[in-house]
């Protein structure tokens, strides 16, 4: 099928919910995209920070075709060896003890919020059931979840939104102390905002934090779907960042590209769970609790995060020095591993179609924010032929003054 046929097809049958690529992909390997006529492209997206190992990573691959031979699905209601193996697995990464898995990060979030909401509920006997989260979030498109999504663009026409949710400017520690009510329950975090336009948190904001989950006893829910699974240079990005979750939640890499996700909790907190409280047909089920079995032994096995941090770091000054070379073009560069955004001073569509004709894939977020997640096995040498082009096209690019982006996304 050609190019224009896929397109004409997909407006068609599919429902208009994404704004697609100019690209048809008819294979992968490794750190490389392929189109149906067979061009090349440097993937540095790494379907948006999902497959951390590459694409068709030949371990991965074997551990799935055999589970696939054994057993593939019979629901919650037995007991399964593969999916305990990856519970303790998980558990022994961090200092939470039990799991409950689903099939997406959404809906680990959505399920972290109603623990939380339960947990206050059932076990503390308090009707503190609203949650606190930060302007720029992105948690996911669920009707609790979009609403504690702290982007008003993807809300609209979905009103009304559940309540028990309040807002918070990132970073500004005063909104976030006044906004702590006899109700409030928890706060829910992204170490690094992704879709948000890769963000990070202030040492102050993050001390704020601390000192609320403690002195109010505010649970605490980290939000790793994107950041985790070694993407910022640790396992999971709380360890860098001086925070203890009472939950975190993960999904995109973690099963490799399979769909799936996990709420990660306290014993005393998961205990409010009980039979028939929550539940899910397909979570963690033998086919990707294996294929993440092996991604988490891959990654540990062979270094990944500490590579991922290394070439994070060598990426951000490889940056930094194009954005020297080419003044007013670039605003910022920001980021931890493996997880990276390039602030451009004005709208970035041009900069973005210009790489891709070069033959690099990556994601434009927040209008002017070039945002790089490649896979962890990505090579030193394509980060820096990246880095090379891309001072080519700035270097080409023209803009008139009135195209300059006032404030920061």
Request: aromatic fraction near 6%.
């Amino acid at each position: 099928m050609e190019h224009s046929e896929l397109e004409q097809k997909t407006k068609e049958y599919l429902c208009p919910t994404y704004a697609r690529y100019p690209l048809s992909i008819k294979s992968a390997s490794g750190c490389r995209l392929y189109d149906l006529q067979g061009r090349e492209y440097v993937d540095l997206l790494a379907g948006i920070s999902v497959c951390n190992l590459g694409h068709s990573h030949p371990e991965i691959i074997q551990a799935i075709c055999s589970q696939a031979r054994k057993l593939v699905h019979v629901s919650n209601l037995f007991f399964q060896e593969e999916q305990v193996l990856l519970a303790e697995k998980l558990v022994q990464t961090c200092h939470l003890d039990r799991v409950f898995f689903c099939n997406s990060g959404a809906e680990a979030n959505e399920a972290a919020i109603k623990l939380m909401r339960r947990y206050m509920s059932k076990v503390r006997g308090e009707n503190r059931h609203e949650l606190i989260t930060f302007s720029g979030s992105f948690h996911g498109r669920t009707l609790a979840t979009m609403t504690a999504t702290g982007q008003d663009k993807i809300k609209e026409g979905f009103y009304p939104l559940p309540q028990g949710f309040a807002h918070v400017p990132l970073n500004d520690v005063q909104a976030l102390e006044n906004a702590v009510n006899e109700n409030t329950g928890g706060i829910m975090a992204e170490c690094i905002q992704g879709e948000g336009g890769i963000k990070l948190m202030s040492d102050e904001f993050k001390a704020k934090i601390r000192e609320l989950q403690k002195s109010r006893k505010l649970m605490l829910i980290v939000d790793e779907i994107q950041t985790g699974m070694g993407r910022t240079g640790s396992l999971w990005a709380f360890e860098q960042e001086g925070l203890e979750p009472d939950m975190f939640t993960t999904s995109k890499a973690l099963a490799a590209g399979l769909p799936m996700g996990a709420l990660v909790a306290g014993d005393e907190i998961a205990e409010a769970f009980g039979p028939g409280s929550h539940g899910t047909t397909f979570g963690g089920g033998p086919l990707p609790s294996v294929a993440a079995l092996k991604s988490l032994e891959i990654i540990q096995r062979d270094g990944l995060v500490d590579y991922c941090r290394d070439l994070g770091q060598g990426a951000v000054k490889r940056f930094r020095e194009v954005s020297s070379k080419c003044p007013g073009t670039i605003r910022e560069v920001r980021g931890r591993g493996l997880m990276l955004g390039i602030e451009l001073e004005f709208p970035g569509k041009d900069v973005w179609n210009a790489l891709l004709e070069k033959g690099f894939v990556l994601n434009l977020t927040q209008e002017n924010v070039l945002r790089l997640l490649p896979p962890l096995t990505i090579p030193r040498q394509d980060m820096e032929e990246f880095a090379l082009v891309l001072e080519q096209v700035l270097l080409k690019h023209n803009y008139s003054p009135s195209d300059k982006i006032g404030q920061s996304n």
